[in-house]
């Protein structure tokens, strides 16, 4: 990000796309941002307030990345739970931030994919986008062309949601 706008870049910094682990990656700082307005009351240090999230091929469960305090229930703070902690996200706390979530139908994975969907993601801002393909970013045009205009639609719609950046 400090290479970008050392390049010139002036645009607000609103939205994460990650593959795979990326996608998890994502879907966690998302959540952690989220977590620490709402419940702890406090901006996560450094980061801009992103607005939307494009996780392809996402696992649960979601990383705690906020090192300052204990991670909340449902998600992994270390190497230790991480393998122990496969339950949901509780309703009332699962990631509301919009999120597009891209399965491939033939990944193997498929069924870890959608478990970070039903499980940690609230169900009224998440949108989901199957194509026919493998555990790997779409690259044909008849796949990328719904990605494409699945990812315009959801920045036009996060367009007003939190505020914006002051860069």
């Not at 709402?38 to 649960?60: D, K, N």
């Not at 891209?102 to 986008?129: F, M, N, W, Y």
Request: overall charge negative.
């Amino acid at each position: 990000m400090e290479a970008d706008d050392q390049q010139g870049a002036t645009g607000d910094w609103v939205g994460l796309l990650g593959f795979s682990q990326g996608a998890k990656l994502c879907a966690s700082l998302l959540y952690t941002q989220q977590y620490c307005r709402e419940r702890l009351g406090q901006e996560p240090p450094i980061l801009p307030h992103f607005r939307f999230g494009v996780l392809l091929a996402g696992r649960s469960p979601l990383v705690w990345l906020d090192s300052d305090s204990n991670a909340p229930p449902g998600l992994a703070n270390d190497a230790t739970t991480y393998a122990a902690s496969q339950v949901d996200v509780p309703v009332a706390e699962r990631l509301r931030v919009p999120t597009l979530h891209i399965h491939g139908l033939r990944d193997p994975g498929l069924e870890s994919h959608r478990e970070l969907l039903k499980q940690c993601c609230d169900a009224t801002s998440a949108r989901v986008l199957e194509w026919d393909g493998v555990h790997s970013v779409p690259l044909k045009t008849v796949d990328v062309r719904p990605l494409a205009d699945a990812i315009l639609s959801l920045t036009e719609s996060s367009a007003g949601t939190g505020a914006p950046d002051e860069r």
